[in-house]
């Protein structure tokens, strides 16, 4: 066992062991809060960056980008080279519709995201459906809607799929609250989503951003005035022990500051937690932080 785990609950030292690392991590590595991913190259001063979602091997980034100028929503690419992300560019199915929280399915094959565009022709939409797209010859293929049992009339964002296919998504709409759901692969279309219960979401704050690990193991994610919490948004953890999800449990000061922390991402292995952080008094525009995650552990 780390002896920075000791201080924690049994949930989280399940999360230790999944990590499999030795050692602690150093006081330059845990900046409290963490540290801005790729300045000046993926987050920039001037615009609001959201989602960010890696390849494997982590040398590709996908993330969407809200702006004052056309494109207003889109998702970007940007690939590492000789240690530094180039700039990115919209990739071939965005650009026209608002799209945003991009996700590589595990195998690397699908990217789903959420957009505004159209369904089956007509006007673009007044809620956010769930969408993928997958891998061509020459890139990536026309975007395909998820269907009517996964999308409402309500907003669904951030979604996120196990290797099985079963897909965890949130669905609320911003007048009331979100609620945080899954939603499980039966040959080509989906089954019913099931809402991921009282562990994770609560009658009184919103449950959002779902990030779940390959195995549908570990799932974090992001919740908004929820009581005990640092700040406006905070993320937090639950796990799946035998196909019931443990209560969530903050992240701690390690990552969630006095302001907003939402959108989390967890590089393949579980070392590295990518997440947005917020200003919005005064509002500044949101970038990417991360963090070696053995420093949630300390």
């Known amino acids: ?176 609250d979100f609620d945080m759901y899954r939603a499980r692969r039966q040959g080509n279309r989906y089954a019913a989503p099931e809402n991921l219960g009282p562990a994770v979401n609560s009658a009184d704050s919103w449950e959002y951003n779902p990030w779940v690990s390959p195995d549908g193991q570990v799932l974090v994610f992001a919740s908004l005035n929820r009581p005990g919490g640092y700040g406006l948004g905070d993320l937090y953890v639950s796990f799946n022990i035998a196909g019931t999800w443990t209560r969530a449990v903050n992240l701690g000061p390690s990552v969630n500051t006095e302001k907003d922390e939402f959108h989390p991402t967890l590089s393949r292995d579980l070392r590295h937690l990518y997440f947005v952080r917020q200003t919005w008094d005064p509002f500044t525009p949101s970038d990417f932080y991360h963090l070696d995650t053995r420093c949630l552990w300390r």
């Open 1 to 176: 066992m780390h002896r920075f785990a000791k201080q924690w609950s049994m949930n989280l030292l399940l999360a230790v062991s999944l990590v499999t690392v030795s050692g602690s991590a150093g006081a330059q590595e845990c900046e409290p809060g963490g540290s801005l991913f790729a300045p000046d190259e993926i987050s920039l001063e001037e615009r609001s960056e959201y989602r960010l979602a890696l390849s494997a091997d982590g040398r590709t980034a996908y993330y969407h980008v809200d702006s004052d100028t056309p494109p207003f929503q889109a998702i970007y690419v940007t690939h590492l080279r000789n240690g530094r992300f180039g700039p990115g560019e919209v990739v071939s199915f965005s650009g026209t519709y608002k799209d945003s929280d991009p996700f590589i399915s595990p195998d690397g094959q699908s990217l789903f995201f959420s957009s505004t565009r159209p369904v089956n022709g007509g006007a673009e939409r007044e809620d956010t459906d769930l969408w993928v797209v997958h891998r061509v010859r020459d890139g990536w293929g026309a975007p395909e809607h998820l269907g009517p049992l996964v999308n409402t009339p309500k907003q669904e964002l951030y979604v996120s799929v196990t290797r099985d296919g079963t897909l965890y998504f949130a669905s609320g709409t911003f007048d009331t």
